[in-house]
């Protein structure tokens, strides 16, 4: 087995923005390796949350950009994302619901356990399959 190794935010970001070309090249050639089966990458949707919220704030991407870009991170072969389903899910939701990443995830996870989701946030009323509840509303 190979070595595998966590990849944080900004080497995403280096890898997908290019705005520093000496760190992109490094973090494209990360990427290759592991592409070739040199080595292992993993991370969490937690750090990919993060990608979105710099493109969105600072770089101030489209949505569907910043969804392509995803879809990019998500089919780099020998790169494992923790909870991958649900997270595919949660992109699928970002793309057509308005809602954020964050959200997006928390409704994915609540469909995937098959329970109602807790929340004041009214945008979930917006999802296909979510059942929202309020604290108050909880028998």
Same mark, same amino acid.
């Given at each position: 087995?190979? #070595?595998?190794?966590? *990849?944080?935010? %900004?080497?995403?970001? !280096?890898?997908?923005?290019?705005? &520093?070309?000496?760190?992109?090249?490094? +973090?494209? +050639?990360?990427?290759?390796?592991?592409?070739?089966? $040199? *080595?292992? /990458?993993?991370?969490?949707? /937690?750090? /990919?949350?993060?990608?979105?919220?710099?493109?969105?704030?600072?770089?101030?991407?489209? !949505?569907? $950009?910043?969804? #392509?870009? /995803? $879809?990019?991170?998500?089919?780099?072969? #020998?790169?494992?994302?923790? =909870?991958?389903?649900?997270?595919?899910?949660?992109?699928? @939701?970002?793309?057509?619901?308005?809602?954020?990443?964050? =959200?997006?995830?928390?409704?994915?996870?609540?469909?995937? =356990?098959? +329970?109602?989701?807790?929340?004041?946030?009214? &945008?979930? =009323?917006? @999802?296909?399959?979510?059942?929202?509840?309020?604290?108050?509303?909880? %028998?």
């Amino acid at each position: 087995m190979w #070595n595998k190794y966590f *990849l944080d935010a %900004n080497i995403f970001l !280096r890898f997908l923005t290019a705005d &520093d070309k000496g760190k992109a090249e490094a +973090c494209r +050639c990360l990427v290759q390796r592991a592409v070739d089966g $040199e *080595l292992g /990458l993993t991370t969490h949707p /937690l750090i /990919l949350a993060e990608v979105v919220w710099v493109l969105e704030s600072y770089y101030r991407l489209p !949505r569907p $950009e910043i969804v #392509n870009k /995803l $879809e990019l991170i998500m089919n780099t072969p #020998n790169l494992s994302i923790a =909870d991958a389903g649900a997270f595919a899910q949660a992109v699928s @939701l970002y793309s057509s619901a308005g809602i954020d990443l964050a =959200d997006c995830f928390a409704a994915a996870l609540s469909m995937q =356990d098959g +329970c109602p989701l807790v929340s004041y946030d009214r &945008d979930y =009323d917006r @999802l296909e399959g979510i059942s929202r509840l309020e604290p108050g509303n909880i %028998n």
